[in-house]
């Protein structure tokens, strides 16, 4: 099995040298997206203190991921969203934040919401991954 790892353009370098955003296993067609969080393509963090605009941030990074391994919306599988401080009153804006980073195609899958006591930086409220096949993979 020959995995491909990419940092596609359009994404902030990865923050540390342990891992990539994209890996594929063109023979399965299976890619996995590391955790997206809300920087931008320069690494500098988006809606500092508001849930709402670091999930829009990241669902947009998720979707410049899938774009880059040749998958879009549909093509996703599963996603988990891990929410520092979550609370009820977040669930509606998280998702909302999500469809307007997709523009309206939100990728209806198996999905899950954690709350969760930190992330890997104390800045970052909001980090989704993912797990795609490549469309047409036979």
């Avoid at 669930?91 to 198996?110: K, L, Q, S, Y």
Wanted: charged residues 15%; hydrophobic residues 45%; glycine residues 12%.
């Amino acid at each position: 099995m020959t995995i491909e790892r990419l940092d596609p353009p359009g994404l902030s370098p990865p923050v540390s040298d342990v891992y990539h955003h994209v890996a594929i296993d063109r023979a399965s067609g299976i890619v996995a997206i590391a955790g997206q969080i809300a920087v931008d393509a320069d690494g500098v963090l988006v809606g500092p203190g508001d849930h709402e605009t670091q999930a829009e941030q990241a669902f947009r990074n998720l979707a410049r991921a899938l774009a880059a391994a040749g998958c879009g919306p549909g093509d996703l599988l599963k996603n988990t969203v891990h929410v520092v401080g979550h609370h009820p009153g977040l669930v509606g804006p998280i998702f909302a934040a999500g469809r307007r980073a997709f523009n309206g195609d939100w990728p209806r899958t198996a999905s899950t919401l954690l709350g969760v006591q930190a992330l890997g930086r104390p800045e970052w409220l909001i980090e989704i991954d993912g797990i795609a096949v490549i469309p047409q993979h036979t």
